[in-house]
């Protein structure tokens, strides 16, 4: 089974602290993608990529920037975190969009 | 844009009883459908998919068919467990090559022995 991993699993910062959340998948997928989740909005895709140095901007941009590094690490950044950015963080991988996606276990972000 | 609308945020029932839950969609070209289902305190996981027109898709007890003509995927159970307590997703992939899904707000399942 696909394995994603995700680091930290909670994370507490102030308005304005810097934040970057990793994810690491074992499974050479081509795709990897950075969504949030909040009661009442579901899944909403921010950043994803299909392959190392690529970049594509989901529905929810605003405020984060996102980079893929290798195959296997995607990571999202915050620079300047805002309260509005408090949410279930998800990051998931697939070989290809009409696959499944496998999620990681999620990173709890709490913004002050 | 692409989109998807799940009318109920929460639907709770008696353990036995038939489960339906709505999912509507527009789209320009796009007709690759999904439902995902995430257990509380887990990750969501893909339940079914399908992107063939009035073709029953079946997994886990659950059932759902595309109906383009009213672009609708509703999901499906005819008698309802204590284990399908979770929060189910539907999804669309969104109109262009190498483009992603977009997931609708969310129905949460209670259901009650």
């Known amino acids: 089974e696909a394995a994603v991993t995700q680091s930290p699993r909670n994370k507490v910062t102030v308005t304005g602290g810097n934040v970057t959340l990793s994810c690491r998948q074992t499974n050479s997928h081509n795709y990897m993608y950075w969504y949030r989740q909040d009661t009442g909005h579901g899944l909403r895709l921010i950043h994803y990529s299909y392959g190392a140095g690529n970049l594509q901007i989901g529905d929810v941009p605003d405020g984060y920037k996102a980079t893929r590094t290798t195959q296997e690490d995607f990571f999202l950044l915050l620079e300047l975190a805002s309260p509005s950015q408090t949410s279930l963080y998800f990051c998931a991988s697939s070989a290809g969009v009409l696959y499944e996606q496998y999620f990681g276990p999620g990173t709890r972000l709490t913004v002050l | 844009g692409d989109s998807v609308t799940q009318t109920e945020g929460l639907v709770t029932l008696t353990e036995g009883l038939p489960v339906m839950l709505n999912c509507t969609y527009q789209t320009a070209y796009s007709t690759f459908l999904f439902w995902y289902v995430q257990h509380l305190n887990e990750a969501p996981k893909l339940l079914l998919k399908s992107s063939t027109d009035n073709k029953r898709t079946e997994h886990q007890g659950f059932h759902a068919t595309l109906h383009k003509s009213s672009s609708s995927f509703h999901l499906q159970k005819s008698s309802a467990q204590l284990s399908d307590s979770a929060l189910y997703y539907c999804?669309?992939?969104?109109?262009?090559?190498?483009?992603?899904?977009?997931f609708g707000s969310g129905t949460k399942v209670i259901v009650l022995p």
């Open positions: 999804a669309l992939k969104k109109t262009g090559f190498a483009s992603a899904l977009t």
